[in-house]
């Protein structure tokens, strides 16, 4: 089945180490799934990568089958070694890529994604190919303790000035989300407010709710 166009996708979900709270990864993957989540992102920052790659695969088995892309956060090797479909770096990740052979090391991977959390480093990612963007953390978060909280203002400057899909993300909530979208965003990005609850898919469910209507 082909996977969901970035251009396409409204709601970025995540499986990760810091808050599954020893649940099935391939479930908690078929929950999001299940509430509408249009791919989803593998994030083990504290594990070693032997363990990434098994939960990287748990997470791309369960969404065999479906449009979902499955994306892995920093560790290339675990994104071919899953057969995810593509990559997500941080600024400090991206950076240490040879920039002469960058694109040619990714080459296998359908998708990539960068973190910014500027102006210019959104259109320094466009510049460079990313097929979609992160833009936070929009508001303070504990999945980003050491990063200032970069604001809405941000959001409604990238809507204005970057062509290439992005994602708000960061400390977004069903509380705040109004605020995001009407500072220009049509994507988001969303972890703890959806792994936190205890009904996955229904949370999965309101955040799509406020994204397609």
Same mark, same amino acid.
């Given at each position: ?8 996708? !409204? ?18 993957? !078929? ?11 593998? =994030? ?6 032997? =363990? ?8 791309? !088995?369960?969404? +065999? ?7 892995? $956060? ?9 057969? %995810? ?16 052979? =960058?694109?040619?090391?990714? $080459? ?16 320094? %990612?466009? !510049?460079?190919? %990313? ?30 000035? @970057? ?11 069903? +509380? $705040? ?5 009407? %500072? ?5 990005? @969303? @972890?703890?407010?959806?792994? $936190? ?17």
């Amino acid at each position: 089945m082909p996977k969901h166009a970035i251009a396409d996708c !409204r709601l970025y979900g995540f499986i990760d180490t810091a808050y599954l709270a020893g649940r099935d990864p391939g479930e908690v993957t !078929r929950q999001l799934i299940a509430g509408g989540v249009d791919l989803i992102q593998v =994030r083990a920052k504290n594990e070693k990568s032997s =363990r990434r790659l098994l939960l990287a695969l748990a997470v791309t !088995r369960a969404a +065999e089958g479906t449009p979902v892309p499955v994306i892995i $956060n920093d560790d290339i090797a675990v994104a071919y070694g899953s057969q %995810a479909d593509g990559i997500h770096l941080g600024q400090e990740d991206w950076a240490g890529l040879p920039p002469a052979t =960058r694109h040619q090391k990714l $080459n296998g991977l359908d998708f990539l994604g960068l973190s910014t959390h500027s102006l210019p480093q959104a259109l320094d %990612a466009e !510049r460079e190919g %990313a097929n979609y963007i992160g833009v936070g953390p929009v508001f303070a978060t504990g999945t980003k303790p050491g990063c200032a909280p970069v604001g809405l203002a941000l959001v409604h400057q990238v809507a204005a000035r @970057v062509p290439t899909p992005f994602f708000a993300i960061g400390g977004i909530t069903l +509380e $705040n989300i109004d605020e995001v979208l009407a %500072a220009g965003a049509k994507r988001i990005a @969303v @972890v703890s407010a959806i792994l $936190n609850t205890p009904d996955v898919t229904a949370a999965a469910k309101a955040f799509k709710k406020k994204l397609t209507t």
